[in-house]
């Protein structure tokens, strides 16, 4: 059955290739522009203003690796003192390491749900499900999200570059078989073990941090990429290729043959000679260089906006030095943008990067290196005692030696014992005071500390810890917010747009199973794709919603109590909100399983189900069935063509038990609007009273961690003391 659904979609793609919107699509932007003159000119006189710009910023990238060098506790330059003792306090990198740990679980809720969609209609299930496994592949928790946070509080810049991967692995299988003659099988013959290779595609979406000194956006003043776009400047990425992946890249038409032929002979020669060069080690250029020991090729990936043919368009052109033009395309992507999501930390009024939030505790890092290392070579002193005698009274000073069981022989009045000031103890209180300055700026609180040393005699109460929790959930939510809102919510759309360009239905089938299939059935045209639906980041606003799923519990006990005459004109639907909280508590890959939407689940006719069960192929009955009908057309076909199989009968049989069911949930939604159900009277009955919420019974233990007390709910009263 693979092997047919294979050949199919390889005889569909070819016929889609063969038609001209889709070939004069990709011959345009296939198309390479550096035969033409005007283009060329053009791309040089770009890369003079990309060279300027990343010898502008050379002062910004050599600040942050003094900032790296901070969090990695290398002790530099700017030490002021110098001794015997070499200690780094790893205060900055214990404040960016409670940083990174907060937010990265602040964006990944634990209930596993990461993507909400806005949509005109039905949310389309399945399309979430694919978002959630491309983050899955991703890596986003993992590799992606630590290495991000740690980039933007060292370099006040979070940026990321999106890329479609596209790889294949060739598997071997045992399978049965049986013997062929002419590939036709041999009835009768016992099967064989037989050994099947096949090839497995696999393609999803990669997601690489940049480091901030590789990337250029000019102007320098603008408030975004597609501002910088607009205004006729550029976005620029170094990348740093081998001699295998320009030959790869050759391959693969991305850059053109003659000029990628002249780059690996260029480096060639730098291998050769490996002359060092200053000005190539101290500003980030085009061109080959060494770097450990191997030759590399420094290549700038510029997008920018060129008139071509009379029209101003979105290229992308790779520059290997300064006179070299490897490639000039048309924007690859079909969405016509720029694959690299960058925002500060920080926005800075009139400039696009943001501050390194190390910056300003960069002078208390240093403070406390100085403070801990004179104190420790004073400790060094204070440890061992100083010997004072008189050498005149004690001529035998020479023996006084320090040892077990030693015997001075001297007067014990003209010796004495002095100690050395325990200058270390003031050392550490002004390291105690440099920490204290560096959380407060970078906004730790100690519900972000692993492990919290509290003064003996100051235990806080569960009240003060609950209220620091809290105090750290709203306030890493805020902080968070600029990673959704420039990073995670356009990934998310970058996601979509790369797989409506590049995934193939019959691999996400094979690879995905029954959700691809669905995936295919929710296939979005181009041109809706940023109207239809609109995806965001859910996992930051996760924390902020649990005190609003605790009020949304409270009004759905009130509103299923509001008779239908108080609102005339309206119709009260709960669906969509109680499938909201069924999702929040459950996730997404668990809420479809337990709130299922029967919409959804194929309604065959009843005749077409006669065929199957004739066929002796047992089918289940679907909640829409219309029952009567369906048993009136099963008992036709059992009278005139019997039932050899038994499946017919069977299958009667469930109708009957459907329609027993559906007749006991009718009368219990008549007897709960009577007021008579159960659960409606007595002690313990089963639904809460009319705006009440879920709550267990009292002196029977503590509610979970993490819940939020009644008094502290938004516009709730404080219960009266008793007494």
Not at 232 to 257: H, M, P
Not at 669 to 683: F, I, R, V
Request: aromatic residues 6%; contains cysteine; charged residues 25%.
């Amino acid at each position: 059955m693979a092997e047919k659904e294979d050949i199919r979609t390889e005889a569909s793609d070819e016929d889609r290739m063969q038609t001209p919107a889709m070939r004069r699509l990709l011959s345009s932007r296939d198309k390479e522009l550096i035969g033409d003159q005007d283009v060329l000119d053009a791309c040089l006189d770009i890369y003079k203003d990309i060279e300027k710009g990343f010898s502008d910023q050379w002062e910004r990238s050599n600040n942050a690796l003094d900032y790296w060098d901070i969090y990695h506790c290398n002790l530099g330059s700017k030490q002021f003192y110098s001794g015997n003792s070499k200690i780094f306090v790893p205060i900055v990198h214990d404040a960016i390491k409670a940083r990174t740990t907060r937010f990265v679980n602040q964006i990944f809720p634990a209930s596993g749900k990461h993507v909400e969609v806005t949509a005109s209609e039905e949310k389309p299930q399945a399309l979430m499900s694919l978002l959630e496994f491309y983050i899955r592949k991703a890596k986003l928790r993992t590799k992606v999200m630590p290495a991000l946070v740690k980039n933007g509080d060292c370099e006040g810049q979070y940026t990321i570059l999106i890329e479609w991967v596209k790889n294949e692995r060739h598997v071997a299988m045992r399978v049965k078989s049986k013997p062929k003659v002419d590939n036709i099988e041999l009835e009768g013959d016992e099967e064989f073990d037989d050994i099947k290779e096949e090839t497995i595609t696999h393609q999803y979406p990669v997601v690489e941090v940049l480091p901030d000194a590789d990337v250029l956006v000019l102007p320098n003043t603008s408030d975004s990429i597609e501002a910088a776009l607009d205004a006729g400047g550029s976005v620029t990425v170094i990348r740093r290729w081998t001699k295998a992946k320009i030959r790869q890249l050759i391959r693969d038409e991305e850059i053109d043959k003659d000029e990628g032929t002249a780059l690996l002979e260029e480096m060639s020669n730098k291998e050769k000679g490996r002359i060092p060069d200053k000005k190539s080690a101290m500003v980030d250029a085009a061109g080959s260089r060494m770097e450990g020991g191997k030759s590399i090729a420094l290549v700038y990936m510029t997008w920018t906006k060129i008139k071509i043919e009379g029209e101003r368009r979105i290229v992308r052109i790779f520059f290997g030095g300064p006179d070299q033009v490897l490639s000039c395309k048309r924007n690859p992507y079909w969405c016509d943008k720029v694959p690299v999501l960058s925002g500060p930390v920080e926005k800075t009024e009139g400039s696009f990067k943001g501050v390194p939030p190390v910056k300003f505790v960069e002078t208390y890092q240093y403070a406390a290196n100085d403070a801990v290392n004179e104190g420790m070579d004073a400790a060094a002193y204070a440890l061992m005692p100083i010997v004072m005698t008189d050498p005149m009274k004690n001529p035998r000073v020479g023996s006084m030696i320090l040892n077990v069981a030693a015997i001075w022989q001297t007067n014990p009045n003209d010796t004495k014992f002095a100690e050395f000031p325990p200058l270390w103890k003031d050392a550490f209180t002004i390291v105690g005071s440099c920490k204290d300055q560096v959380f407060q700026t970078l906004g730790i609180n100690p519900a972000m500390m692993p492990q919290q040393v509290t003064a003996p005699g100051k235990k806080p109460n569960q009240a003060q810890i609950a209220n620091e929790q809290m105090v750290d959930i709203l306030t890493t939510a805020d902080a968070v917010t600029t990673l959704e809102g420039e990073i995670l919510t356009p990934m998310l759309q970058w996601f979509i747009w790369l797989d409506h360009q590049y995934r193939d239905a019959a691999i996400t089938i094979r690879a995905f199973g029954e959700m691809g299939i669905d995936a295919e059935m929710e296939r979005i045209e181009p041109v809706q794709m940023d109207r239809r639906f609109e995806f965001r980041w859910f996992g930051v606003e996760a924390a902020r919603s649990a005190q609003q799923i605790q009020m949304q519990i409270a009004m759905l006990n009130v509103l299923r109590n509001i008779p239908p005459q108080s609102y005339p004109g309206y119709q009260l639907d709960l669906t969509l909100p109680i499938s909201q909280l069924v999702e929040n508590t459950f996730g997404p890959r668990i809420a479809p399983k337990v709130f299922k939407d029967i919409r959804k689940q194929l309604s065959l006719e009843a005749e077409f189900e006669n065929q199957l069960l004739e066929s002796g192929i047992d089918m289940p009955v679907h909640p829409m069935d219309e029952d009567q009908q369906h048993m009136q057309v099963h008992a036709k076909a059992l009278q005139e063509n019997g039932d050899m199989h038994g499946t017919i009968r069977e299958h009667m049989m469930r109708h009957t038990a459907q329609m027993q069911l559906k007749q006991q949930a009718m009368m219990q939604q008549q007897m709960a609007a009577l007021g008579q159900g159960p659960g409606q009277q007595g002690p313990g009955g089963g639904q809460p009273r009319s705006g009440a919420a879920t709550q267990g019974p009292r002196g029977a233990g503590q509610g979970p961690a993490g819940r939020i007390h009644q008094d502290r709910l938004a516009l709730a009263q404080p219960r009266a003391a008793r007494g």
